[in-house]
């Protein structure tokens, strides 16, 4: 994977990744971070060790598949944006563990030479009930291709602390 220099694309979080809590999650907030360029070379390593398919290992075979070349695995295209969300997205200070995703779907493939970013959209925000210092934030991802064409989206759930109640 050849990596550019990942950063907002747009408005940001007011309160920069190292210094985010609980409440600075509001629902209804929209950002925007990017790039991640996916190589060929990239592809091909991801899918040797953990996707061993030919639509994602051999270049020849995948020609004449069933999307007419070489694609990543949506394992792939899930990691690289899981480096971003976990670069611009998620705290550094206040994240305490994510108990699970929903609904994560491919719905387009991602080929070598695709630039991707990912657009997060805070769903609901809500403090834990049982545990007052945290709270629960859904978080709907969206992966996109350089022409702006989704190629991934799920639905992050993330507990974080809350600032109010360290």
Do not use: C
């Amino acid at each position: 994977m050849t990596t550019s220099s990942t950063h907002a694309i747009g408005p940001d979080f007011d309160t920069p990744v190292e210094k985010r809590y609980f409440e600075d999650y509001l629902p209804g907030s929209t950002y925007t971070y990017g790039s991640i360029t996916v190589t060929e070379q990239a592809i091909l390593r991801f899918a040797g060790e953990f996707d061993p398919q030919g639509i994602h290992t051999d270049p020849g075979a995948a020609s004449t598949g069933p999307f007419g070349g070489l694609i990543a695995s949506g394992w792939h295209t899930a990691s690289v944006m899981m480096r971003m969300y976990a670069d611009h997205y998620v705290s550094k200070v206040a994240s305490l563990a994510s108990p699970g995703i929903d609904e994560l779907r491919w719905p387009r493939p991602v080929r070598p030479g695709d630039s991707l970013s990912i657009r997060t959209t805070v769903r609901s925000a809500r403090p834990s009930r049982s545990k007052p210092d945290r709270g629960l934030v859904h978080t709907d991802v969206e992966v996109l291709q350089q022409h702006g064409e989704t190629v991934l989206t799920l639905t992050a759930m993330n507990l974080l602390l809350r600032r109010d109640q360290r």
